[in-house]
């Protein structure tokens, strides 16, 4: 059986957003799960790359880009198994980044699974303090959705309305993660996620046990500095019974850098 024909298609696109992206983009069935997720969530994978010394940007967040080209491009390869790629405020802010497929290569390898040629793009900002003018709007090649709670105000709400295919409420002050992830899954028919970050939207991943894989680059460099941030950032868990506990399913060692990834073990309740 073809990978397409498991997967259930795109429901009808909301108006809104078929009026940005283009028919082709959004008729196409969202399929090739290659670890489909039987639940009503989204297989959700974190990929970062870190330095030897755990930091994912300096300490002024000036570089946070540091991996090889060989780590660039297996962020592509990533990206080109999954519906959709998700990333925080600030990631979106700092760094002159589109979220995109990448080249030509990159969208044939999406066809031959059945996926749309871009995926979808999730940015989340629970403040709605999101930059209007970041790289990530200036390009208009796939839906993007930002996560939001009632914090945000009016005025800027309507910006983002403005700006993005969807503006989705998920919560009074909080994010409800869970819950974001399943409208994602069930309005936009996100059935494998990326999150690349940063550290704080990571941290609530984890702490709401919403991730399945961590894909990890350990690139040759130390950055040291207190406030440079790690992988995982918000206010964290104080007990190591509370830790997220992980599975190394694969290490190896390309250019120098050490690409890792991780299942992280579910604990029965
Ligand atoms: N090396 C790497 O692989 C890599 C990857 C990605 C990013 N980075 C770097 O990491 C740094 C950014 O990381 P960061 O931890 O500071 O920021 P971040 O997670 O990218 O963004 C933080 C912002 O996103 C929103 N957000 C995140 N989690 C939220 C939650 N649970 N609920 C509501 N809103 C939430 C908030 O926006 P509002 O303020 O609007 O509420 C928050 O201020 C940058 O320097 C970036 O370049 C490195």
Same mark, same amino acid.
């Given at each position: ?60 967040? !000036? ?28 990631? *979106? ?30 940015? *989340? ?41 969807? *503006? ?10 869970? !819950? ?22 990571? /941290? /609530?991943?984890?702490? !709401? ?7 990890? +680059? ?8 207190? +406030? ?40 029965? *309740?």
């Amino acid at each position: 059986m073809s990978l397409k024909s498991k997967v259930p298609g795109l429901k009808s696109p909301p108006a809104k957003r078929a009026a940005k992206v283009s028919q082709r983009q959004v008729r196409r069935p969202l399929a090739s799960r290659l670890q489909p997720s039987d639940s009503d969530l989204p297989f959700v994978l974190v990929n970062m790359a870190m330095t030897a010394d755990g930091k994912i940007a300096t300490g002024n967040r !000036a570089v946070a880009s540091f991996g090889s080209a060989r780590d660039h491009e297996q962020l592509l390869e990533l990206r080109a198994t999954a519906d959709a790629v998700m990333a925080g405020a600030r990631t *979106v802010d700092t760094a002159k980044i589109n979220l995109g497929p990448g080249g030509a290569k990159f969208r044939r390898r999406r066809r031959q699974r059945g996926l749309v040629e871009s995926n979808v793009r999730v940015l *989340v900002s629970g403040g709605g303090s999101i930059n209007p003018a970041a790289e990530v709007f200036q390009h208009r090649f796939s839906p993007i959705i930002i996560l939001t709670t009632q914090r945000t105000p009016a005025t800027k709400l309507r910006q983002l309305r403005a700006l993005a295919d969807e *503006v989705k409420i998920c919560g009074a002050t909080e994010i409800n993660f869970r !819950a974001a992830l399943r409208w994602l899954r069930a309005r936009w028919g996100i059935a494998r996620l990326i999150c690349e970050g940063g550290g704080e939207l990571n /941290a /609530a991943l984890f702490r !709401a046990g919403l991730v399945d894989e961590l894909h990890l +680059t350990v690139c040759p460099k130390v950055f040291g500095g207190r +406030t440079a941030p790690t992988i995982a950032e918000g206010i964290g868990r104080l007990q190591l019974a509370n830790a997220a506990s992980l599975k190394m399913t694969s290490v190896r060692r390309r250019a120098g850098e050490i690409f890792l990834v991780f299942e992280v073990i579910r604990i029965a *309740v």
